[in-house]
C-alpha cells in the first residue's frame, strides 16, 4: 500500500532547516512520503527515500515578492497531490482559502499549522518593519489567522505558552492543539559528554555566536562584551566566531568592518542560511556559547533552540539575564547569566574562571524532541 502525501511547506526557512527536514520531516518519513518546499537550502538531495525536497523561493526577510510564495505553493500542490499540508510560515495562510475553493476539484487536504513564532508579537516588539507598518501588519497576520482557524485541523505549537498566550489557540477544538518545542532532532547524535567543565587554566577561550545575526539580536553589545574581557585582564584571551546569516547588507559590512579592527573576532557570515551540520561543528569546537538576546516581549518567555543544543553537547552559556530562562538552565548549572546595564567585567571574568560547568550529564529528554515526534506522528493518522 502506498505512503500518504505530506507537503511541508515555508517561506524563509530552508528545506534543510533544524525543525522542518531534521525533525519534522525525518519524524515522519517512516510512515508518509513527505515534501519539503521551502528557501533554497544547501542541498535537494535528501539521503531518505521518502523525503523530496523543493527549493523553490529565494528572497529576502522584508521583501513584497515574498507574497508570490502562495502562486508557487499552489503548483505544488496541483503537482505533488498531497493528503495533508502542514503549513510552517504564516503568510501561507490563505492557501486555506484557495483549497476551500478548489475543494471539489481537488481532494481533501487536512491542514496542519506549525506556529514557531508569535508573529503579532514579533512585529510589534522588534525593529523589523518600519513604526507606522508594525501595528497594521501584525493586525492583519492576527485576523488571517482568526479567519482561517476553522479549516486547520491541528495546530502544532513551538512553545507551551503559545496555547495561553494567542487568544485564538484557546477556542481551538479539544485534542487539535500539541506542543513539538524546537529541541533537538533524533538525527543528531550527541558523543559521551565531558562533565565537571572548568576553564580555570585555559590562556584561550573561544566564544561563539551563531544563528541569525542581526542588530535586534545584541550582536555588536556582543563584541564589547568580548573586547572588554580582554582589555581588563591578561591572564585568558577571548576570541569570538560569529557564524551565521545576515540579510541586511549593511549590517554585515559593518560587522565585517569590527572584525578588521578586532584581531580575536573571525566571521562566518552568509546571506543566506548556513549548513546546519556546519553550525554544529563551530558548536562542538567553540567553549562557550554568548547569546546576547535583547529581551522584548516576543522573545522573553520562549526557550531557544540554542538551549537544546547547548544542552546536548554540553557546552556552557553565557547569555542576557532573563528570569525565565535562568529558572530553565539554571537547575543543570550550565550558563551565566548577566545584566548589560551594570555588568561588572573583572567579576564576569573571575566567574567564567571559576565556575564548575555541567557537573552532572544531562538527561536526554531534557533535549531530545523523540518522545514529541511519536506523538505528532499519532496525531496526524487520528486525522
Known amino acids: 500500500m502506498?505512503?500518504?502525501?505530506?507537503?511541508i511547506a515555508s517561506v524563509l526557512k530552508p528545506v534543510d532547516d533544524n525543525r522542518l527536514y531534521h525533525k519534522i520531516a525525518l519524524g515522519l518519513a517512516p510512515h508518509y512520503e513527505v515534501h519539503l518546499i521551502g528557501y533554497e537550502g544547501h542541498t535537494l538531495?535528501?539521503?531518505?527515500?521518502?523525503?523530496?525536497?523543493?527549493?523553490a523561493f529565494r528572497f529576502g526577510r522584508t521583501s513584497l515578492v515574498r507574497w508570490t510564495a502562495i502562486p508557487?505553493?499552489?503548483?505544488?500542490?496541483?503537482?505533488?497531490?498531497?493528503d495533508f499540508l502542514i503549513i510552517s510560515a504564516v503568510e501561507l495562510l490563505p492557501i486555506v482559502f484557495y483549497l476551500k475553493i478548489k475543494a471539489n476539484k481537488l481532494k481533501k487536504i487536512k491542514i496542519?499549522?506549525?506556529?514557531?513564532?508569535?508573529?503579532?508579537?514579533?512585529i510589534i516588539s522588534q525593529n523589523v518593519y518600519p513604526g507606522l507598518l508594525k501595528p497594521i501588519l501584525a493586525t492583519f497576520l492576527r485576523l488571517l489567522e482568526k479567519k482561517t482557524a476553522k479549516y486547520i485541523s491541528l495546530y502544532v505549537l513551538a512553545e507551551k505558552n503559545y496555547k495561553d498566550d494567542i487568544a485564538f489557540l484557546k477556542t481551538a477544538p479539544s485534542g487539535s492543539v500539541i506542543v513539538l518545542e524546537n529541541k533537538l532532532p533524533n538525527s543528531i547524535g550527541t558523543s559521551k559528554k565531558?562533565?565537571?567543565?572548568?576553564y580555570k587554566e585555559k590562556t584561550e577561550l573561544k566564544i561563539l555566536i551563531y544563528g541569525n545575526i542581526s542588530e535586534n539580536y545584541g550582536t555588536e553589545k556582543a563584541i564589547l562584551i568580548i573586547n572588554q574581557l580582554n582589555l581588563i585582564q591578561t591572564d585568558c584571551i577571548y576570541t569570538l566566531t560569529i557564524v551565521g546569516n545576515c540579510f541586511i547588507e549593511k549590517y554585515l559590512e559593518k560587522l565585517t568592518e569590527l572584525a578588521s579592527i578586532y584581531k580575536y573576532i573571525h566571521l562566518n557570515i552568509k546571506n543566506k542560511p548556513i549548513k546546519y551540520e556546519l553550525v554544529l561543528d563551530y558548536l562542538k569546537q567553540s567553549d562557550i556559547v554568548l547569546m546576547p538576546y535583547q529581551i522584548n516581549e516576543s522573545n522573553k518567555d520562549r526557550i531557544p533552540t540554542k538551549f537544546y543544543e547547548c544542552l546536548a553537547f554540553h557546552k556552557p552559556m553565557l547569555i542576557s539575564l532573563n528570569s525565565y530562562w535562568k529558572s530553565f538552565l539554571e537547575p543543570h548549572q550550565c550558563s551565566?547569566?548577566?545584566?548589560l546595564d551594570n555588568?561588572?567585567?573583572?567579576?564576569?571574568?573571575?566567574?567564567?574562571?571559576?565556575?564548575?560547568?555541567?557537573?552532572?550529564?544531562?538527561?536526554?529528554?531534557t533535549y531530545s524532541s523523540k518522545n514529541d515526534l511519536n506523538y505528532l506522528v499519532e496525531c496526524i493518522k487520528k486525522l
Open 72 to 82: 508557487r505553493l499552489i503548483k505544488c500542490l496541483n503537482e505533488i497531490k498531497p
Open 2 to 7: 502506498p505512503f500518504k502525501k505530506i507537503l
Open 343 to 365: 555588568l561588572n567585567f573583572f567579576k564576569l571574568h573571575i566567574q567564567i574562571r571559576e565556575s564548575i560547568f555541567y557537573p552532572y550529564e544531562i538527561k536526554e529528554n
Open 45 to 55: 538531495n535528501s539521503a531518505y527515500q521518502n523525503i523530496h525536497l523543493h527549493g
Open 336 to 339: 551565566i547569566f548577566y545584566n
Open 194 to 198: 565531558e562533565i565537571n567543565i572548568s
Open 112 to 122: 496542519i499549522y506549525d506556529i514557531q513564532e508569535d508573529y503579532f508579537k514579533n
